[in-house]
């Protein structure tokens, strides 16, 4: 399944809400659906999977939706440890696959 | 706290093996799926393969696009897991993230990575 993620790049402010979105080849199953955050020099990290539920530790600034072949990841209240890129992954269908991510500046 | 730290060569040369251990520390390889992935520069994130320690019959799973050349083994008296790739090439360098699956069926998502493994290509 090829996941394709847009917008490219966000350049947003603090305090700022942004939506992000994930949109698969085709259906995912059961909505097996992840996200990550990437700082930079750092490894992905968990935030959302089953494509709405946070994984422990992330704040409730950070929610996801959908079902199907379209998702999106949704933060607000924009912090500047918001930076960085983020990515989505299915593991619905083997083998799991990746999107090519988003870029999120805070200006 | 599970933590898991990546250990190898940072330069291969080409048509050589890559190794590359992944040791875990803070809980037992017991019940959860061990996984590789790399990331090229400025390129998405690959699924290269996984191990599952309690199921002897079902051990191991690959990319199908890397299958021919990879190979992953165990070692639970040590608590490490590891990863070996033939045949490298260019194309190979990246930086690989051993990471622990939280599993449903055919695959799951990543809730612990290894800080991640930069490993060149060059001769």
């Known amino acids: 399944i090829v996941l394709t993620q847009s917008p490219g790049t966000l350049s947003l402010s603090p305090g700022d809400r942004v939506t992000l979105s994930c949109r698969a080849s085709?259906?995912?199953?059961?909505?097996?659906l992840a996200w990550y955050q990437q700082r930079p020099g750092q490894p992905p990290r968990l935030l959302i999977y089953?494509?709405?539920s946070r994984a422990t530790g992330i704040p409730d600034r950070f929610s996801g939706s959908g079902s199907g072949t379209d998702f999106t990841l949704t933060i607000t209240r924009l912090e500047p440890e918001d930076l960085g890129v983020y990515y989505c992954?299915?593991?619905?269908?083997?083998?799991?696959?990746f999107g090519q991510g988003t870029k999120l500046e805070i200006k | 706290q599970v933590q898991l730290q990546e250990s190898g060569p940072g330069l291969v040369k080409p048509s050589e093996t890559l190794s590359l251990t992944c040791t875990v520390s803070g809980g037992s390889l017991s019940l959860y799926y061990w996984t590789w992935i790399r990331q090229p520069a400025g390129k998405r994130l690959e699924w290269i393969g996984r191990?599952?320690?309690?199921?002897?019959?079902?051990?191991?799973h690959y990319n199908p696009s890397l299958k021919s050349r990879v190979s992953m083994s165990l070692d639970t008296s040590k608590n490490q897991f590891s990863l070996n790739l033939t045949s490298l090439t260019a194309a190979d360098t990246a930086v690989y993230y051993c990471?622990?699956?939280?599993?449903?069926?055919?695959?799951?998502?990543?809730?612990?990575w290894g800080q991640g493994a930069l490993v060149t290509v060059s001769s």
């Open positions: 085709q259906s995912v199953s059961t909505n097996y």
């Open positions: 191990v599952y320690p309690s199921n002897p019959s079902n051990l191991w």
């Open positions: 990471a622990r699956e939280d599993s449903y069926g055919h695959g799951g998502f990543y809730d612990y």
């Open positions: 992954q299915q593991y619905g269908t083997s083998p799991s696959s």
């Open positions: 089953g494509a709405s």
